[in-house]
């Protein structure tokens, strides 16, 4: 590997300013070409962890106490419950 490097070491430094930045343009051209040519939105990983994230937040129930406080249950191995208040954006339990 540090042979590879020993040609652009001895390059002059407008030489050297000048591969660096084709390589650099280079790699952000094929990095862009394909984000472009991907018609996934998400990766199978990223699905699967929406999709178990989906799975423990519907497992909660949520009880409106006014239009700034709500009790939020269920969803934890220990029963845990929540009370979130809007108003000062404190969430205690």
């Not at 949520?62 to 969430?91: D, F, M, W």
Request: charged content about 20%.
């Amino acid at each position: 590997m540090n042979l590879d490097f020993k040609v652009l070491r001895e390059l002059p430094i407008v030489d050297l300013l000048q591969t660096l930045w084709y390589t650099i343009m280079t790699l952000r051209y094929e990095h862009q070409r394909q984000s472009t040519t991907c018609t996934e939105q998400y990766t199978p990983y990223c699905i699967s962890e929406f999709n178990g994230h989906r799975l423990e937040a519907r497992q909660h129930q949520v009880q409106i106490a006014s239009s700034t406080e709500a009790r939020i249950a269920g969803g934890t191995p220990y029963g845990t419950r929540y009370h979130v208040n809007l108003q000062t954006k404190i969430c205690t339990y």
